[in-house]
């Protein structure tokens, strides 16, 4: 397996870009590429040239994080004003503007049938999920708080919840704190299952693999990427060699390879049969805030991976 | 067999005695020759039969009656045999004194020889045979020049006389004049081809010296066909065998050895020499009972020597060093020069050098070296022990001397490399690998401790590469190759136990099941360490771990191992496991300074803070104060507690920082260069507003801190931004900041953003200020404190924007200070909904305050932002109305010039005409020449008014224009008028202020009792901020220092450097020392059997 520069967008945003997602091609158009970034826009480019299909506004403070409907009809972002902004992908059109209070919003990921976003809900310690065709609130997901005497202060923010990641068939969802854990939830029944343990530093990345729904990912500032089998709560793997922390994890279509983007500047490629880094891309001169493979099927041939940066950039491989 | 026949006296008969049958009492004899009155020469006859036979007495008793007065007188005109008879007693004295071991009987040997020889030439000067028994005796003397003179005597008058050239070249080869000497044997020998065996004894004797040992050889076995039963020449050979330095020859060489020893056990050479023969077989009580034998049978100078050596060595080999000691003294004392015999004084150096006298040793080296210039093995000790005495420029000088005597010799290169390894680790480096090379090319088998130096001296120099191909050298194949390569597969751990990855041995007795018995031999303990500590430093380390694992599951007591996957477990920020890893580092050595040190910062880390300084005191205990550390770390412990409490008790913390700068000068004084230290105490300074100072100690800091990859010593960096920016620097600050955030942070620390987001603010740089925020808060989510200040920030810059003077601000400007107030408005209302579930610990009524405040303030921005967007609508229509004016203007300029152009034309077409027409008229003046001059001036003064008149007419357009601009240029004025008014509002906001701070206060000060700092009267949002820090949630020990702060102060004031605290002190520096113990090249001193 590898990984080929095909293209790099010097100053693709005015400030850190900090978010990416692939749209799904529809009828009309191929996938495209979303990026957010703290300069407040929500851009989209055309691969594999990246051209500059559209720039649109409508956020105040940084965007956090994009994701789009399987569809690719929609898409929606959220931001550090805690907004999460669900707009028509072809027209920019602004569907829905959701918050729900006192939790903030960070990353978000629509469930692969299309049916619900869920919007992790930073200090509130718990996933908020909408429903996509009212966009209402259906259900918050609540960590369960420690058990013991004083947890109120201190230990409040550790169950901040940064990242999450919907399993293959929907059934369950995964979240990232900053304080390690990682929950798994039920989401039919809206029930906390367990814990996964192992990191003890921010999990800023979940990314289940999409061939074998059991096998979650996790990237930690302690710079370590965890293999989890989720169901038999058993870490599987754990994989170094990042020197800073590890910001986005995210499985190839092919389920045989990782890539992640970390503060050390670099994108990494993970044979997942050797679990070792096979390879190292240094196009970035900043921290790699999100990496992206673009989901298989359709009519785009070939392996896609994007990374976004706090050097402004964007970055298209080709990966085989 | 022979007899002699004794003439009966005044008869023709003779007595006939076989010589084999002499009597046992020698007196009948003597009755017989007094009575025959024999010649004398039959005496002698008798006398010598005697002798040989062995009856000594027999013979004395019969010379010492023919030496006796009354044969004198009788025998007067004998001279020749009364001279023979003296010479034979001389000569049996001389070798009675010759043998005599002890002294005193010895010289009486001697003076009784004299006797006889003075006696003897008393008789006849000239004689001879007298001569050269003197010269026999002069040499059993040693008095080798006398000797010389007495042969040479007799030389000089017979030049063949075989026995003074054999005494001759006795005297010779005791000169040490080995040719000379064999010259006088041939000569001897070519006088007297039958002479007894000794001669070709002393030929072969010679030609060894002179190092021709195949004809020596030749010589000693001739001898050895004339007398079976030589020794020396046995002995002599058997040495020759024994140096031939091959077994068989060696085995030759014992065998005659033994010959010799059972024909004369006596023989001192030989016993030495089956005394080294039995050291190097081990026997050792052989070596002892032949040297001791030899001891008794010798005083000769350079065999005892020999002997006194054996024995030494014996007791040396077996470890006896006081008894080796000794004998090695006593054999150098019977050692005149050192080049006689130089062994001794080796053996002796290296046993003062065990014993630990390392100067007495040097002087010894010294000796051989005079010997042995080149030597390579004592130039390379005396490197050593130079090095051990602290001079390292010499020891470094005998190295090298080393290494270029012998270039090809590894282990001299080996040596000095380890030598220079802590002044000079290129040449090190350098010195190390030519030892490689050298290894390699002679096909040796290249000790790991020698890959293991080389791989660290790379790493240490920052070429990870390179040491990691030395290291996996150096360790080799083995179970650990697998376990970096992640071949081994362990199953799956459990999530819940993986909280304890870094203690788990499963894999490790899987393994054992798997595939029996996990090896790991010791001596690649140090290099496998050294090979994980690399894997660590290259961010590997889930195999580094797994090695440090390996160590520690075959050797439990490997603390550093413990320490580094404590270490790992720390930077994991697994802060459960490390502590009980360290203890287990404990359990193996609970005075373990550095494990205790690492103890005290994780409990430092756990906010343990009593138990912290407790365990901070045992380190420095453990080591006696001498350990830097722990003494750095209760002066960070100290101001940590000076800073920690956020209702400063004034007293407190000048105590605490007082302890605190005590103990970094006590680690200063110890080491002068102890950056960390000098770090402190300029953290110390700072805090006590010598800037000055302070930064000159952060700048040397910064620079020396920049030669190592050890030493990452970011805290400097914002330190010194940290004075840039209480200095009011605030350009300097930033860009240190930004430095130190992408130098050693990779952008990750949101504390240093805050840093650089409070200059920005400082710096009123509201648009970097904010992203910074921004940046920080999606760094660090969960610290409200950020959204907070990112709040306090918005409503600053909005506050501001809106009270600048009207004519100072862009309706663009207002407009963003509008949507800013919207956003902080949002901040303030998210943390106070927050606020009710606990996420922060801020005080909900002061984020109520700046909420409302907002609102208040956005309320009025409302107004600002109508009043500036219609100021702006005016300012359009002016514009338009001007762009309107100017393009009428300008349409009228081009109409004019239109005009004058076409004026212009007619002109000329009016010139033309008229020249025409004068030219017609000119005809016609022609023809009617009387009337035409008056006509045409007046013409022309026509023409002149007309150009004047035109001229006037742009004037005066000119300066309509004038008019026009002069009155667009008091609208503004007129506005500006009209926003006199308004500036009530700002006014009015000013009022709200100080209105809000009233109550603002009033909670303070219901909250706490520092009333002083509130009642300086600053903006509501700096006294909200301050009383927030009190009821920050996270880290007690750390708090966050809000830029807010000091909102309104001059920079000068305290807190601004107050981010200082957090920073001075990484306990990173743990790690570091740990690498640099682990790291000592574990060379071994391999000095002490150099034999």
Redesign the interface.
Known sequence: MKLAGLKSVEGAHD??A?AAAWVPETDTRPSLLLTGS?DETVRLWRPDDLELERTSTGH???V?WVAAHPSGVIAASSS???FVRVFDVDTNATIATLEA??S?V?KLQFNPKGTTLAVAG???ASVNLWDTSTWQLIATLQIPRPEGPKH???S???K?V?SLAWSPDGKRLACGS?D?TISIFDVARAKFLH???????PVRSLAYSPIEPRLLFSGS????IHM??VE?????G????????VLSVDVAPDGAAVASG????TVRLWDLG???AVQTMSSHT??VWAVAFRPSGGSSRGGRLASVS?DKSISLYDYS | MACVYIPVHNSQEEVRVALDQLPRDATDILDILKAEQAPLDLWLTIAREYFKQGKVDQFRQILEEGSSPEIDEYYADVRYERIAILNALGAYYSYLGKIETKQREKEEHFILATQYYNKASRIDMHEPSTWVGKGQLLLAKGEVEQAFAAFKIVLDGDRDNVPALLGQACVEFNRGRYSDSLELYKRALRVHPDCPAAVRLGIGLCRYKLGQFGKARQAFERVLQLDEENVEALVALAVMDMHANEAAGIRKGVEKMHKAFEIYPYCAMALNYLANHFFFTGQHFLVEQLTETALVVTNHGPTKSHSYYNLARSYHSKGDYEKAGLYYMASVKEVNKPHEFVFPYYGLSQVQLKLGDLRSSVSNFEKVLEVYPDNCETLKVLGHIYLQLGQFEKGQEFMKKATKVDPRDAQASLDLGELLISSDPAAALDAFKTAHSLLKKGGQEVPVDLLNNIGVIHFERGEFELAEQSLTEAVGDGIWISLI??KVKSN?????E??R?YKDMKIFTELEEDDGPVELPWNKVTALFNLARLLEEI??????SLLYRLIVYKYPDYVDAYLRLAAIAK?????QLSIELVNDALKVNDKCANALSMLGDLELKNDDWVKAKETFRAASEATGGKDSYSTLSLGNWNYFAAMRNERRNPKLEATHLEKAKELYTRVLVQHNSNLYAANGAGVVLAEKGQFDVSRDIFTQVQEAASGSIFIQMPDVWINLAHVYFAQGNFDLAVKMYQNCLRKF????ESHILLYLARTHYEAEQWQDCK?TL??A??LS??N?VLRFD?GVMMQKYSALTLQKEKNKRTADEVRSAF?EL??AV??F??LS??A??????FDEKKIATHAEYCKHLLEAAKLHCEAAQREEEQARQRQELARQVALAEEARRKAEEQRKKQLEKRKLEDELKRVEQQEEHFKRVKEQWKSSGPKRRERSDNDEEEGGHSEKRRKRGGKKRKERGSKSRYEPEETEADMVDDQEYPEDEDANLNYREGPANETQEQDDDEVEENAQGLLAAAGLEDSDADDE??NAGKRKPAWSESDDDAPEQQPNISPVRENSAEPQESDTEVIENSEKPNGDDDMDEDD
């Open positions: 400030e850190s900090w703290l105040c403070l940084g956090v550090l004003d805690s209070p006192p903030e960070w930073g200090g509130s109120s202060d201190k409040g923010n550790k901040f940064l900053m390690g814990h996964l343990e192992g990191h003890f530093m500032d302690d710079a370590h989890y089998d038999g709560k058993t870490l599987a754990a994989m170094s060699g990042h020197a800073s922390w970390s503060s050390d500047r050797m679990r070792a900043d921290q706090d | 390569e992640g799956p751990t459990d999530a819940a993986s909280v990855l961010h590997k380390t889930e195999p580094a930077t994991r920020n697994n802060i942070y990779y952008n990750t992203k921004l940046r808060i999606h989510p969960s409200y990112a949507a919207k956003n949002r901040v209302g998210q909904a927050a009710n579930l606990n996420f922060h610990g949630p996270s």
